[in-house]
T-cell receptor, first 110, second 114 residues
């Protein structure tokens, strides 16, 4: 089976930096996605990591360590609109299936 | 353009009704997906269509019936649903060239079963 773990909730201050961690235990791991989901809306693609290392996209960066089964999403210069749930999801080699973690609800406060 | 559209946005139906959810994409994607998402839970995969053929059915009850009339359209036919089927139903698509390609989600249909 697969096990994906991320914190349930986090709070951070506007303008600050926050790191959301995700650990996973799967066999046949292929890659890891991060999605943002505002309440009542669809998940929006943020990043995809297949190889070890850091991928940077503007204020958002995502890191993957395949050997440690670990990823994080780093959000810089937090804005109020970043308040949302952040879902990490893994894919297995040769599979269409996207398996989500339970999501981390981030609250950005003034 | 990474747009997936879904209609209707909201749907309220009784347990004896028959209704359909529709999903459309014009990105040339050949893989399309239905997910179900309950409040404060992650999306759960229901069905995957690849090149208009049903590729995955995650043991979904027969009261949910998917259909892929062509490469741009995906329907979900609903019949004799239960109140516990109330959820956000999300459609997604991906290129289909590689199974692990990025999935792009539509805005969802919020379904309430009375």
């Amino acid at each position: 089976g697969q096990n994906i773990d991320q914190p349930t909730e986090m709070t951070a201050t506007e303008g600050a930096i926050v790191q959301i961690n995700c650990t996973y235990q799967t066999s046949g791991f292929n890659g890891l996605f991060w999605y943002q989901q505002h309440a009542g809306e669809a998940p929006t693609f943020l990043s995809y990591n297949v190889l070890d290392g850091l991928e940077e996209k503007g204020r958002f960066s995502s890191f993957l360590s395949r050997s440690k089964g670990y990823s994080y999403l780093l959000l810089k210069e937090l804005q109020m609109k970043d308040s949302a749930s952040y879902l990490c999801a893994v894919t297995l080699a040769g599979s269409y299936q996207l398996t989500f973690g339970k999501g981390t609800k981030l609250s950005v406060i003034p | 353009d990474t747009e997936v559209t879904q209609t209707p946005k909201h749907l309220v139906m009784g347990m004896t009704n028959k209704k359909s959810l529709k999903c459309e994409q014009h990105m040339g994607h050949r893989a399309m997906y239905w997910y179900k998402q309950k409040a404060k839970k992650p999306p759960e995969l229901m069905f995957v269509y690849s090149y208009e053929k049903l590729s995955i059915n995650e043991s979904v009850p027969s009261r949910f019936s998917p259909e892929c009339p062509n490469s741009s359209l995906l329907n979900l036919h609903l019949h004799a649903l239960q109140p516990e089927d109330s959820a956000l139903y999300l459609c997604a698509s991906s290129s289909g060239l590689v199974r692990t390609d990025t999935q792009y989600f539509g805005p969802g249909t919020r379904l309430t079963v009375l």
